[in-house]
């Protein structure tokens, strides 16, 4: 019986975990103000997950160099159930860094974020993944 809490305990814990790696890949932004999109790949950063710009393009669709591939978009999300994670996000376009909603749904993510406040929110469209 020992034996079986013990199981069910370890099954909760790592359910988080194991729910977070749904979001785990590469995923293209929505188009940003310029109408530049990026590949934003998303790994397990400690305890929570974290997202770096591994490439850019321009409005065309063409590959261009940014000063922000390499930079860290996505820090400190993890999962709230349903789907849904919270975390940080940096918008290269708007140079503001967001507290993050992210809405999982199949092969899409549904981005928002508000500064620090709520004062000011955006929308950040969809994110389709790229794997």
């Keep these: 019986m020992k034996h079986m809490i013990l199981a069910a305990v370890a099954s909760l814990a790592f359910a988080g975990v194991a729910h977070a790696d749904d979001l785990i890949g590469n995923w293209r932004t929505a188009p940003d103000d ?20 591994i490439e850019a393009f321009d409005a065309s669709g063409a590959t261009m160099t940014s000063e922000n591939v390499g930079r860290q978009i996505i820090w400190d999300t993890v999962p709230e159930g349903g789907g849904e994670y919270r975390g940080r996000l940096y918008s290269p376009d708007r140079d503001r860094t967001y507290r993050s909603r992210l809405q999982l749904s199949g092969d899409q993510l549904v981005v928002s974020g508000c500064v620090m406040g709520g004062a000011v929110c955006r929308e950040g469209g969809r994110w389709q993944r790229v794997n």
């Design 34 to 53: 310029n109408g530049n999109t990026g590949i934003i790949q998303v790994q397990q950063c400690g305890a929570a997950l974290c997202g770096t710009l």
